[in-house]
C-alpha cells in the first residue's frame, strides 16, 4: 500500500504534467521569445507537404540556406520532422496547434518518467519512501518543468525524452547488448536533433560504463556505442531532405554566427531571471539532504 510520501509524488507529478500538456495545448510555448518559432513553423510546413521550410524566420533561415530558399539548414532536421509526421489532417485542429500539443504531451510524458527514475532511486536496496524525498522530487520537477512550459518548442524537450528512456532502459534490462543498442541509437541521434543532447548523451554512456565495469571492458563499451551511434547519426541525416552534408554547412553557419553573439550578458541573463532564487532554493535543499546523508 502507498504510504503518503508517495501519493504526494504521485499527485505531484500527475499534475506538473497535467499543467505541461494542457499548456502544449493552448500554445502557451509560442509566447514571448521562446524560440519557437525557429522550430514549429517549419514542423507545421512538413505536416502540410511543403516540405522542410521555414518561411517565417527569413533572417536566421537565411543564416542556414544563403540561397534564400527558406529551406530548414540552420538546425538538424529531426525535431522538425518528427513533430510534422506526428501530425494528422484527420484530427480536428490546425496543424500549429496539434505541433504545440505534441510538444506537450512528450514534455509530460518525460516528466512522468523522470518522477518514476527518481523514485526508483530514493528506494534503491529497500529503502522506504520518505516525505523529504516526495519534496524534493517534486520540487526539483518544478523547477526543471517551469522552463520548460516556455521552451517546450525547442529539440530539448525530445533529448530529455531520450536522455530519462535511456537511464531507464539501463535500470531495468537484462541483457547488455539491449542497453547498448539503447544507448548507441540514442546517442547516434541527437546530433540529429540539436548540439546540446550530442553533448550531455555520451557523457552519460561514459559515466554508466566507468561505473559498472573494469576500465578495458568499459572502454570497449564504449567505443562500441560511438561506432554504432555514428553509423546510425549518418544515416539518420543523410536520409533527411537535404542529406548530412549541406545540413552540416548550414548548422555550422549558423553556428559561428550565434557564438559571435555570446558574451557576458547572455551568461548573467540566468542570474538575472525571477527564477534564480528557485533553482537556489532546490540546490540548498539538495545539499541538505546530502549532509543528511
Same mark, same amino acid.
Given at each position: 500500500m502507498a504510504n503518503r510520501a508517495t501519493i504526494l509524488l504521485a499527485a505531484a507529478t500527475v499534475l506538473i504534467a497535467g499543467? /505541461? !500538456?494542457?499548456?502544449?495545448? /493552448?500554445? #502557451?510555448? $509560442?509566447?514571448? #521569445?521562446?524560440?519557437? &518559432?525557429?522550430?514549429?513553423?517549419?514542423?507545421? %510546413? &512538413?505536416a502540410g507537404g511543403h516540405g522542410l521550410n521555414n518561411p517565417l524566420t527569413d533572417t536566421r533561415t537565411s543564416w542556414g540556406d544563403p540561397t534564400g530558399g527558406d529551406r530548414y539548414l540552420y538546425f538538424p532536421p529531426l525535431w522538425p520532422l518528427l513533430i510534422g509526421s506526428l501530425t494528422s489532417r484527420a484530427i480536428p485542429i490546425p496543424f500549429p496547434q496539434q505541433a504545440m500539443l505534441i510538444a506537450g504531451i512528450l514534455a509530460g510524458v518525460t516528466a512522468l518518467l523522470i518522477a518514476f527514475f527518481f523514485y526508483k532511486i530514493a528506494t534503491l536496496n529497500g529503502r522506504s519512501f520518505t516525505m523529504y524525498g516526495a519534496v524534493l522530487i517534486s520540487a526539483v520537477l518544478v523547477i526543471m518543468f517551469r522552463a520548460a512550459w516556455n521552451m517546450m518548442a525547442r529539440p530539448e524537450t525530445f533529448e530529455g525524452l531520450l536522455l530519462i528512456t535511456a537511464c531507464l532502459v539501463a535500470w531495468y534490462a537484462r541483457r547488455q547488448w539491449h542497453i547498448l543498442t539503447c544507448f548507441a541509437v540514442v546517442v547516434g541521434i541527437m546530433p540529429a536533433i540539436h548540439p546540446f543532447g550530442a553533448m550531455f548523451a555520451p557523457l552519460l554512456v561514459g559515466l554508466y560504463y566507468a561505473a559498472r565495469y573494469p576500465f578495458?571492458?568499459?572502454?570497449? %563499451? !564504449?567505443v562500441a556505442v560511438y561506432g554504432f551511434a555514428f553509423i546510425a547519426y549518418v544515416l539518420v541525416m543523410q536520409c533527411s531532405p537535404y542529406g548530412i552534408i549541406e545540413t552540416l554547412q548550414g548548422v555550422s553557419r549558423h553556428a559561428n554566427l550565434e557564438v559571435a553573439k555570446i558574451g557576458i550578458q547572455n551568461t548573467l541573463v540566468f542570474l538575472?531571471?525571477? #527564477?534564480? $532564487?528557485? #533553482?537556489?532554493?532546490?540546490? $540548498?535543499? $539538495?545539499?541538505?539532504?546530502c549532509v543528511r546523508l
Open positions: 499543467i /505541461t !500538456i494542457a499548456f502544449g495545448a /493552448t500554445g #502557451y510555448a $509560442l509566447n514571448g #521569445y521562446h524560440d519557437a &518559432v525557429f522550430f514549429m513553423p517549419a514542423a507545421v %510546413s &512538413v578495458r571492458r568499459a572502454a570497449a %563499451s !564504449i538575472k531571471s525571477p #527564477y534564480a $532564487l528557485s #533553482y537556489g532554493i532546490v540546490m $540548498l535543499f $539538495l545539499a541538505a539532504g
